[in-house]
């Protein structure tokens, strides 16, 4: 089975997270980061396939419900940063804090661009 592609609609997240993500980005931009939407509306077939390539281990995501978002980063030439030290991050979750949202950076099973609704 081929990927399913993930969705990057900012419009498929409920109202509340999306004015919150809009947020999120341009805090981010002013200080000088390049964020980006990686994912935000789930399907179950993208889910199940998530979940069969061993990336996820939850059955029912929040992203399936619209209430979840993955911000990512790029670097100045424009290539994304997967890299766990990375600043960024922190600052993604400290504002996703001061906007009332769950960072999953916090978590112990670290999730570092994911972001949702409490
Ligand atoms: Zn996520």
Redo the contacts with the bound molecule.
Sequence with gaps: MSEPKQCRDINKLKADLRKKILNILYALKHEGYHPFV??TL?SAERQAWLIKKGT?WTKH???QDGE???IGFKDERGSVIWDSAFTGWGRLAHYAREQGLVA?HDWKKR?C????LP
Excluded: N, Q, Y
């Design positions: 990686l994912e789930r996820t995501s929040r992203h979840a978002c993955d999953g999730d661009p994911h972001v949702e």
